[in-house]
């Protein structure tokens, strides 16, 4: 019951996630495959902590991943004879506000917004944007493609 419980009110949460070319997700709702595909990834969600209580009950935290979101409002990535494409990519100097959706120098790509690069990226290239409008980040040169995780340098 609390897993439920917790799911509806991270339901309610996500309506207010923005999406980089502006509005919030429940804007996107109207669309009957979209609102399935998040329905999805709700019900889908990871249990991050699940803490019992003395009087029986549990504090239950769950968490959708952002990608999960990403893929509910574009639909999946087509898959590609060969994912040669670096795995991550560190982008410098975005001015973009974070936000789901981004188009990464034409590519529809999964982001990741982090003020550090984190251990597991430290080797990654690193390529800086050079605009960012709408919901678009533009890069110096073309680098990554579709399976690529563009960690995005967040001021």
Same mark, same amino acid.
């Given at each position: 019951? $609390?897993?439920?419980?917790a799911?509806?009110?991270?339901?309610?949460q996500?309506?207010?996630?923005?999406?980089?070319?502006?509005?919030?997700?429940?804007?996107k709702?109207?669309?009957k495959?979209?609102?399935?595909?998040?329905?999805?990834a709700?019900?889908? @969600?990871?249990?991050?902590?699940?803490?019992?209580?003395?009087?029986?009950?549990?504090?239950?935290?769950?968490?959708?991943?952002?990608?999960?979101?990403r893929?509910?409002? $574009?639909?999946?990535? %087509? @898959?590609?004879?060969?994912?040669?494409?670096?795995?991550?990519?560190?982008?410098?100097?975005?001015?973009?506000?974070?936000a789901?959706?981004?188009?990464?120098?034409?590519l529809? $790509? @999964?982001?990741?917004?982090?003020?550090?690069?984190p %251990?597991?990226?430290?080797? @990654?290239?690193?390529?800086? $944007?050079?605009?960012a409008?709408?919901?678009?980040?533009?890069?110096?040169?073309?680098?990554?493609?579709?399976?690529?995780?563009?960690?995005?340098?967040?001021?």
């Open positions: 019951m $609390a897993e439920e419980a799911k509806k009110q991270l339901a309610a996500l309506m207010d996630l923005p999406l980089a070319g502006g509005g919030t997700l429940k804007a709702l109207a669309d495959q979209v609102a399935a595909r998040i329905a999805r709700v019900d889908a @969600a990871l249990t991050v902590a699940a803490t019992p209580q003395t009087d029986g009950s549990w504090n239950v935290t769950l968490a959708v991943p952002i990608e999960a979101v893929l509910a409002l $574009a639909g999946p990535r %087509a @898959a590609t004879k060969s994912d040669r494409d670096p795995p991550v990519i560190i982008i410098e100097g975005a001015t973009a506000q974070p789901v959706g981004y188009s990464i120098g034409g529809a $790509a @999964a982001t990741v917004f982090l003020k550090d690069v %251990a597991w990226a430290k080797g @990654a290239p690193r390529v800086k $944007a050079t605009t409008s709408g919901a678009s980040i533009e890069l110096a040169a073309k680098h990554g493609g579709a399976s690529t995780l563009f960690v995005i340098l967040a001021k």
